[in-house]
């Protein structure tokens, strides 16, 4: 490469951008120098441009005596060879966009340009490089006279060195015949200088017997001044001492299959959608994120990953068209505020990702995290309606020591899950014990599907006590499973997996009907007890179309009456969709059976639709019941609940009941039932039904 410096003529007339150019010149590692010549005004730069001497023009569109279209028309037009790039504000992209289209090699947005997009761009003018290999050309050789095509041809003499070049060669590039000249620098010197040591090279070994033919995709210079993709192919000729002598071949416009090539390979790229980066440029960035840091310790990237809150009810409720115009809005609030050098992609559907290189600690990572979520926490106005999201992140840092991208995406996927384990907008870091917790989920997983399968799965029945009367009212019947190493697993360690993966609907519809078909039994033998039951009732198996044919079946099956069947629900299962909730829970309820509002006090606090809910008992959460203990907070929440539940006609029951001091007080505010380890653990059929044949009795007396 030349060590002369590149000789850059700048047309600013914004003093501050001058020197902002400047300085990132100066700052350059890529090794080459840089001379600068400023303009302020076009008339000014023309002048200079005309008098010759510059490599490359940097254009700021709007200047005091030329704007937009003009300028850079004007400026293109005096330039000839000369590449162009524009220098445009964030809102001027069509209009650069069509200087690129009339001859400008690039354009830069102001405020995203630091030294390395500076210096690429103006290398990527002079020196462009393929952005892909040239692809295999494999129709036949041109013969050596091409006649009647729309090709032009060459001859190029190699004793009298002196080339010939056909009408149709000058004018598929707009020249007249007494333009071109007849040596080989008339083509040469119109060849784009990204391409033409290629050209010289393929040239050579062909001359030199190193290739059977030659062959080359460059870009020519037109009359207008633009380049033009052009297929150059020849076959040299011996004379008998097997010197070369002469060559020619043919020149093919190819202009349009390489401009369909290059958008082929954007599309390929990029989001077709909002026009990030997708998956594969991610992935692609990303190994070269990997590479840099494994050639330097002291280089820090982090990868975030997230998707968005709600976005599933956004889409059912305002359609897909507003689903994409929120996906496209947020793309833009995400390119607003990131450095450059950094990659935004959306890798599919809501979820998206950010590559943020060069950072110094991981408190740079947390930081864009809160960013993102306090951008995306602002309302988006699209087409009249106002939507709000959020997002839970996931962040990976390199300091783990990766070496491939899947592996990066993989634990800030996992980190992502943790966050929202938390709640929504919340972040995450990655660390292994969060790597070790995904592999036993997997195991978890593969065990569940087997047990579903395999009839691992038991029920077992907790009592529920009348607190007035002490004696038990009915039972609950809780899942668990029999493992066969691990033995006895509790719900709390396998239901948000069942949930997650679909698996509770199976295995809670098996609960619902082997504790149905054992209550029947119950019932019969000991018919003035009057027991009740009552199952939790998954939002899975809520959300199912079929529920009320199905519990129908249940009810007729096991003979069950469904007075005395008890469905358990969860706050949240109500406030995703609370209008619709409310319709198929009154539906339940008019078929006889019992709705209990279940942990209540825990959730999303349902007040506001409490009143419009057809559940007869609401059940208080085991977390007030435990911090009953004398401190008076706790009881006066507990006491809150109960009077509400009573003033809107409806019974109270509190779970987790553990000890006398606890009994007492619950009737002291006349909280009508309750359940826990102060009565019973939850036991097999067995002991349960040994617990209805005792029928034990908790009386005041007996425990004061």
Request: glycine fraction near 8%; include cysteine.
């Amino acid at each position: 490469m030349s060590l002369d410096p590149i000789r850059i003529l700048l047309i600013e007339d914004n003093p501050a951008d001058a020197s902002l150019v400047e300085r990132y010149l100066d700052q350059s590692s890529s090794g080459s120098k840089f001379e600068v010549d400023w303009a302020t005004r076009v008339a000014d730069g023309r002048s200079r441009l005309r008098k010759g001497g510059h490599d490359l023009v940097l254009l700021d569109l709007s200047l005091p005596d030329s704007d937009g279209a003009e300028t850079y028309r004007s400026v293109i037009a005096d330039a000839g060879s000369v590449p162009v790039v524009v220098m445009t504000g964030r809102n001027d992209g069509e209009q650069a966009l069509q200087a690129v289209r009339e001859g400008a090699q690039d354009y830069l947005v102001k405020d995203r340009v630091d030294a390395d997009i500076l210096v690429r761009s103006i290398r990527y003018a002079i020196e462009r490089k393929r952005v892909e290999e040239k692809l295999r050309i494999s129709e036949e050789r041109y013969s050596l006279a091409v006649t009647g095509a729309k090709d032009g041809v060459w001859d190029w003499d190699l004793k009298t060195k002196s080339i010939y070049f056909s009408e149709r060669w000058k004018s598929m590039l707009g020249w007249a015949s007494g333009d071109i000249g007849d040596d080989i620098d008339a083509w040469f010197s119109r060849v784009h200088p990204s391409d033409l040591p290629a050209l010289k090279q393929q040239l050579g070994d062909h001359l030199s017997g190193g290739t059977d033919h030659f062959e080359n995709e460059h870009r020519i210079l037109e009359k207008s001044g633009t380049y033009r993709w052009v297929l150059a192919r020849g076959l040299a000729v011996s004379d008998e001492s097997g010197r070369r002598t002469r060559v020619a071949g043919s020149l093919t416009d190819i202009h349009g299959r390489k401009m369909t090539e290059e958008q082929l390979l954007h599309d390929a790229m990029h989001d077709g959608l909002t026009q990030l980066p997708n998956l594969a440029l991610f992935q692609d960035r990303l190994k070269v994120a990997i590479a840099q840091a494994q050639r330097r310790p002291d280089y820090l990237f982090a990868v975030l990953f997230f998707d968005l809150d709600r976005f599933k009810v956004i889409n059912d409720s305002l359609g897909h068209a507003v689903g994409d115009r929120l996906l496209v809005a947020i793309a833009r609030r995400l390119l607003s505020f990131l450095r450059p050098g950094d990659t935004v992609a959306r890798l599919g559907g809501d979820e998206f990702a950010i590559l943020a290189n060069g950072i110094d600690d991981p408190r740079d990572a947390i930081r864009i995290a809160e960013r993102i979520q306090e951008e995306l926490s602002r309302p988006f106005d699209l087409g009249g309606h106002e939507v709000f999201t959020g997002a839970s992140i996931g962040i990976a840092m390199s300091s783990t020591g990766y070496t491939c991208p899947e592996d990066v995406l993989r634990d800030a996927d996992i980190a992502m899950y943790r966050a929202k384990s938390h709640g929504g907008k919340h972040h995450a870091v990655f660390d292994l014990t969060m790597h070790r917790r995904a592999v036993e989920l997997l195991q978890l997983e593969t065990d569940l599907r087997r047990a579903v399968d395999g009839g691992e799965f038991v029920t077992h029945y907790q009592p529920i006590v009348d607190l007035e009367e002490g004696r038990i009212s009915g039972f609950e019947a809780l899942v668990r499973w029999r493992h066969p190493e691990r033995g006895l697993v509790y719900p709390q360690e396998f239901i948000s997996v069942a949930e997650e993966t679909g698996m509770i609907v199976p295995l809670g519809w098996s609960v619902i009907r082997e504790a149905c078909a054992q209550m029947s039994k119950w019932r019969q033998r000991a018919p003035e007890q009057d027991l009740s039951l009552s199952v939790n009732l998954s939002p899975r198996q809520f959300a199912q179309p079929d529920l009320i044919e199905r519990l129908l079946e249940v009810l007729q099956d096991t003979g069950m009456d469904p007075t005395k069947l008890s469905l358990e629900i969860i706050e949240s299962l109500i406030m995703d969709d609370a209008e619709s909730a409310i319709a198929k829970l009154g539906k339940l309820r008019d078929l006889g059976l019992q709705l209990h509002l279940d942990d209540f006090g825990t959730g999303y606090s349902s007040l506001s639709y409490l009143h419009k809910l057809p559940t007869h008992t609401i059940k208080i959460d085991r977390s007030f019941i435990s911090r009953m203990t004398g401190a008076e907070g706790p009881d006066k929440i507990v006491e809150t609940i109960v009077s509400l539940a009573q003033g809107l006609g409806m019974h109270v029951a509190a779970e987790g009941l553990e000890t006398r001091e606890q009994f007492l007080k619950l009737r002291k505010l006349e909280c009508e039932y309750g359940q826990g380890y102060y009565f019973s653990r939850p036991v097999d059929r067995e002991h349960a039904q040994a617990l209805i044949d005792e029928s034990p009795r908790w009386r005041p007396q007996s425990v004061e």
